[in-house]
């Protein structure tokens, strides 16, 4: 067998690379620092139980990664802040950059503290991959470009997929209907998109009442009496947190959850606040992006839930996954931009291009950052009900959607997207 | 003498800061320009006048906002006419609700106030059109003296010409508020604090020199609100919550009331200290909490309290 | 509810010239103290009616808390009144942070107590029985406050010595220990009225900081340190929040402060002025 030349450079040229590759490799791995993560995490306020959740997340990824040898070899280190108003978040988020240097920052729940972050990450060239938190304002997003910001799905995905499955299940059977959703952008935006889509599948409905308490509200008797003299077929919230058993606590109380259909986009957020005694059954009831009780439930999912209710006798819920995914896709965008980097730990760019498009196992199942950074994720809704072993209600059947299916696509309007349906 | 050497060295040092110190604790120092500022003029309010206001966040909301609404919405991007704005729309504002305030003395004016303040909270918060509502409005990155210095990053714009552009209007409001509280406002405040019927006897106008006081701490509260603003990017309705109020009082407390440096000296602390504490435990409110108390049991007159009294400040 | 907290609110003023900024967080300590009292006493056997019982129990050993902290604010009855109201604001930063070390963040609630007296239908509107229990509990303790306050010897004191301190204080009266029980019978107040509230709510940890904001609303409107306008005033709120959010939801939280401010300027001693300023 003759050599040619050209196989000869080629084969020198392997050698050579292989060569190159052991010199960089070495110092890479002996270098040994650990991986500096930030997180910026609620610890106090309505917000507190969701970001004590994600921060749960995010370490039982963490334990894990460290475990089994770091990310190429390099331990993670977590850095934990707390979120609190914009302006203190910000701080914290220049500290955790200036500071400690952190490689990337992971957290945020509240989507006022987005607006403001998603700017800054830029300003600092801080990789920053938020929970929860959108860049959006209204519907529209604010930073179409953003090369740090890698933030979550959109706002209105939950109402989106509520709303399919209202028209589905519930079609023909209300006219009336009310909304009392938190007085936020988050709560607005969930609402117009429910009566968007209710038009677009052609149900004739007719507003009877839309009320908008503050977020945390702990008292709903004059809006419990509101609805009842405004007497909906229907009612749809987007309560998310503590406020959600209060609300349907008094709304119980006073009759209405028995004559009206319930339509709880994000309720899974407090899920065992939901007792059996105040929530009725076949009421839609969204878990965002996480069902602790999935039959068809991955092996790392039903690890990580036994693992929760353990060590905090409580069952998880949605933000945990949000949390955990942004610390394993971290992982694996820089194992990716290494493989590329033939091995060597790479430069924040590379980090940046390898997490457009990067892909990994949620708690959840797989996930993925769109290219142009949006998560891609699927969300957990169902009819709820009290047969199960819980003192609190569960959902079946299990519906899911994926974000392709319930979330507006690159750069394209919500409202125009929506129009664009076949239905 | 002293004292005025040890001024000259605290401002040459403060100059000098951003050669010396990494530029995280540099970006830490605006917010405490800013409510240096801010609190001048709370402290002519409480210090000099004997009024205590837990509604001064409303006027820095205020200034925070005026920012937002210039550099978002009328794209106004010179930082000389945000600050002429602020200081103009807080005098308007104050006018009629200082108007109100000034009647009362001690706790009614403290909860007339708080009351105001959490009425422009509501307002903030509820009228999204003109808002933006919870998520509040962007603050877009102001030009200094007509130059935008686009070849600076954010940070090495905020550790640098916005910095310099913070400490001299800081500058600038301490020297005018050591002549108002030289003037004979001032002294006519001061005498009205001692003792307002005496005052009233010997011919002050007690209602009108604290209604001048009043509108004077808006302008201040509104101008700090404005270079609060810039380093975060945002007004949000937070900045006018009646705990954000609290917070200032306690820096002025913390500083020293009495103190003509007291506020700037509570400002600064106040932020490093929450920089200190935060990182150390989730329990931090508790641990200022117990702060403040100590200082109102203990130390009433302040950090600067320590030092051996002022004359005629 | 309302109405409690503001009556503990004018109490302590109205005697001790004392604005306490933290009657919300005693009034959050309440409903967290309650929630664990009766969740306590149910497990061991408590009749699930009797429920109530265990609140009250909770709310009231709760205001063993008011003894030291009077004597806190004690250091300061000397100085300005501002300083009183700042070591009430550090009062309110502790609280919070006492609440969420001990109780956590996640909303604290009792499961299906609320309805145990079941609900009863008025014109064409279902209540349940447990919310007018509440309210003749509330209607009980004012009845109680006023006759406490001018029927007894304990009450002709407390009125002496919020009419003219030095007065009283000559003729005998410790002062102290007036204020002291005074006190404790506010934060008492404050406390029962968030254990009372729990059943057909969820202890948040904001609520602390929420609900001052409306009590003051309260107390204002009634007039400082006026129990009479405690309970005008905790009506008006109410209904005044009712309406607008019947009628126009986004002016809920503005209506409030308008009429505050408005009230403040027109009459401002407040509708029912106890003790002129």
Redesign the interface.
Known sequence: MRTTRRQFLALSGGALTTAALRLDVAPAFAQNTPVKLGVLAA????L??V??SGLRGVQWATERINAAGGILGRKIELIVEEESSPKDTVERFRKLSLQDKVDAISGVISTGTGLALGPVAEEMKTIWLSWDATTQKGVEETMPKPKYSFRSTDNEAEAVMASILTARHFKGTFRTVAGINPDYSYGRDNWAAFLAIMKKYGIETQVVS?????L????F???V??L??AKPDLIFSCFW??DT??FL??A????LTAKAKLVLTTGGG?HE?L?K??TPEGAILGYNCLYFDWAKASPLQKEFVRWHHEKFK?WPNYESDHGYFTIVAYKAAVERAAKAAAGKWPTQDAVIAALEGVEAESLSGPRRFREDHIMEATFFQGSTTHKNAY?FVTIDPVETMTTKQIQKPSGVGLYDWINSWKV | MIRAAAGVALVALLLAMPRLAPPYPITLLLPAFAYGIALLGLNLL?GTT?L?S?GHALFVALGAYTAAWLTTRCHVMAFEAIVAVAALAAAVVAVPVGL?CV??V???F???T???G??FY??L???YALTGGDEGIRVLRPSLLGRGFADLDKVGFLTGPFYYYALAMLALAALVMRRIARSPLGLSLRAIRENADKAAFVGVSVRRYRFYAFVIAAVFGAVGGTLLAVPTGLADPLLAY??HS?NL??ML?LGGFDHFLGPLVGAAAFIFLQDFVMSLT??W??V??????VI??FF?RGLLGLLPPERAA | MLFLVAAGLQLV?GVQ?I?N?ACGSFYALGAYVGVSAAAWALGHGLPAPLFVVALLAGGLALAVIGPPIER?LG??YD?????Q???T??????????I??VWG???V?L??A??VYG?I?VAG????V??LVVIAASGLIAVGMGLLLTRTRFGRIVRATAENREMSEALGVDRRRVYARVFTLGVALGTVGGALVIP???A????A??VI?EA??VV?IGG?GSMRGAFVGALIV?VL??GA??TW??????AI??V??GV??LR?AGLFAGAA?
């Not at chain 2, 200022?288 to 108390?293: D, E, I, K, P, Q």
């Not at chain 3, 939801?249 to 503005?254: I, R, S």
């Open positions: 610890k106090a306020g309505v507190a139980p970001g004590e839309e009320l908008w308490p503050k945390g509200a702990t008292d008797t004059a809006h009496a509101a009842q003299q947190a503590g058993p209060i606590k008094q119980h109380a006073a009759g407090v606040s007792k005694a105040f409580e003192d | 409480f004997g205590l837990f109100l009647r009362y001690k706790i009614y403290s909860m007339l708080l009351a105001f959490m009425l509501s307002f918060y509820k009228f009646w705990t609290g009082v306690f407390l989730v329990y409110r508790f200022f909490g117990a702060l403040l108390a109102v049991i009433p | 003023f010239k604005l900024l806190l250091t300061v100085r300005d009144e501002s300083f109201l700042l070591l604001f550090a009062l309110v930063l502790m609280l919070e942070d006492v969420r070390f963040t996640a909303p609630q499961g299906d609320y309805l609900r239908t509107s279902t209540i349940p447990y919310n057909a709510t969820a948040v940890s904001e609520m900081i929420d904001v003051f609303a204002v400082l109410g929040k009712a959010i019947a939801p986004e002016v809920e939280m503005l402060y308008v505050v401010i403040l300027v401002p300023p």
